[in-house]
């Protein structure tokens, strides 16, 4: 698409279609979907915001409790090298909006206030036909209507409705341990009703019994695990500190580090082991209380009648340090705790689901993957991927290096680049005109605790990946240094690295 065809121009010549049954190409449908009788496909998009891809129990971890995620997965995909653009919410989540990395969109930080310029994936569903909405945590600086999205519920919503409870606290209240992580950590007074977790999911169950005879495409996106770390009861209780077991690089150290994963490390200094384990425990709570809520939603969808017609994603925007490398939260790093994430994809009435796929896909690559599968166009500018042809388990050259990048070049959290491929990671961090680099051999360190960017032996590999990503960089366009100038989003505790 010519760059000169405006935003508007696109979506109005190219939003139409409904969804086939040659286009999923899945030969293992058991049934014909409702799609196939030219009634399109709804979209369920389920994110969650700073969720480790490792505290997942279909993901490998036997510590936590995630039925209905393991569910959902053992009736679809589960991309198990998913990778975000960005380790940070709003760049990452306008990634997923737009299918575009943010040194390309420009919202390069939190704070910077996205440009309208750019096709969204509300924009094009919503010319389509579809009913558009988002539930939760969206952390866009324009209000969402801007971007496509009809139906909005945020936090505003959420403070009302407490509000007219009469708990207007009730979230921010609690047994909250005596130190923080970025926040409170312990037991909320709010019961599920009364936390976000649940009111996002009360909403999200009635947006679906309202558009039950309408195809819809809806972001119901959770505010956590992020911090503040606060579970209602009896999620909060429900996991033993003592049993819970430490990442494999908690007691990691090496003489050169980059100055902030040192950072990183000085601001959880004074937690003794006992209180990496405190948080742990309650992290998996609220984990597995969100897993409780998606329940609640992918029954409603069975009970409606309408799961047979619904594409359902989960992911998260982001990870979470998570004890790795004895920190919380995330940082500009590179790191697989804040850039790997939970993915996982539903179609509907597969009958070949519980499939996990190894490839190298990203969050980047979702936006495409969702216009496909219903049968809609998006912009030729669009540089993530379909993920349809992996779905379809057809054998197709993939790509071998993915990229991803955090920071805002010229400030004081400097930029951090990653290129990575199924065996090794480069890491560029640049603050200032001053650089330090880390290359891992994931496979014989996958907990990252070895630096072999000096290692003669890893030279090629160095080379290659460095070319790579200078290749990555000099190919894709780059958007104006637009300003951090907000930060706050409406309704949102938005600081720095939120």
């Known amino acids: 698409m010519s760059r000169e065809i405006s935003r508007r121009d696109f979506i109005k010549h190219t939003a139409a279609g409904t969804a086939a049954a040659s286009l999923l190409g899945l030969s293992s449908c058991s049934t014909p979907t409702k799609a196939e009788k030219g009634e399109k496909l709804n979209v369920l998009f389920i994110m969650s915001d700073q969720h480790n891809a490792r505290a997942l129990h279909c993901g490998g971890n036997d510590d936590i409790q995630t039925p209905n995620l393991d569910r959902l997965a053992d009736d679809g995909w589960r991309f198990s090298q998913a990778h975000c653009q960005t380790p940070q919410s709003c760049p990452s989540r306008y990634t997923l909006w737009t299918g575009r990395y943010a040194h390309s969109h420009g919202c390069r930080w939190n704070g910077v206030v996205e440009p309208l310029d750019e096709v969204t994936i509300g924009e094009i569903f919503s010319d389509a036909g579809y009913v558009t909405g988002t539930i939760g945590k969206h952390h866009m600086m324009h209000d969402p209507k801007k971007h496509g999205f009809a139906h909005v519920v945020s936090m505003g919503e959420y403070n009302q409705f407490l509000a007219g409870e009469r708990q207007p606290n009730a979230y ?8 923080k992580v970025s926040g409170p950590v312990g037991a909320s007074e709010a019961d599920n009703d009364h936390h976000p977790m649940g ?7 009635k947006f679906l019994q309202e558009n039950k005879d309408n195809p819809f ?14 579970p209602s009861r009896p999620w909060a209780d429900m996991y033993d500190p003592a049993e819970l077991s430490l990442p494999g690089n908690f007691d990691y150290s090496r003489d050169s580090m980059p100055a902030m994963l040192m950072n990183a490390r000085n601001k959880f200094r ?20 969100m897993d409780y809520n998606i329940g609640r939603v992918l029954d409603e969808l069975e009970r409606l009648g309408i799961a047979d017609k619904t594409v359902v994603v989960y992911t998260a925007d982001h990870g979470e340090m998570m004890s790795e490398h004895r920190a919380w939260t995330k940082f500009v790093l590179g790191l697989d705790a804040t850039v790997r994430v939970p993915l996982i994809i539903r179609l509907p009435r597969a009958a070949t689901g519980g499939k996990e796929v190894t490839e190298l896909v990203g969050s980047i690559d979702l936006m495409p993957t969702l216009c496909e599968l219903v049968g809609l166009k998006y912009p030729d500018k669009v540089q993530g991927r379909s993920l349809v042809p992996l779905l379809q388990g057809r054998d197709v050259e993939w790509r071998k290096t993915i990229f991803s990048e955090i920071g805002y070049p010229g400030k004081n959290m400097g930029l951090c680049s990653i290129a990575l491929t ?17 290359l891992f051999d994931l496979e014989r360190d996958p907990w990252e605790t070895t630096n072999e960017v000096d290692n003669p032996k890893y030279a090629a590999v160095l080379a290659e990946l460095k070319r790579s990503m200078k290749e990555w960089n000099d190919t894709t366009d780059h958007a104006p240094m637009y300003p951090i100038s907000i930060q706050k989003a409406a309704g949102w505790p938005a600081s720095g690295l939120d």
């Open 172 to 179: 921010q209240k609690g047994d909250w341990l005596p130190f």
């Open 199 to 205: 009111f996002w999911t009360s909403e999200t169950i």
């Open 217 to 230: 495409c809806l972001w119901y996106s959770f505010y956590g695990p992020h911090t503040p770390i606060v």
């Open 270 to 289: 004074n937690m003794t082991e006992e209180d990496h384990r405190k948080v742990l425990a309650y992290y998996y709570g609220l984990v597995t209380q």
């Open 422 to 438: 199924h065996g090794h990671k480069y890491v560029l961090h640049e603050n200032r005109g001053n650089t330090f680099e880390e």
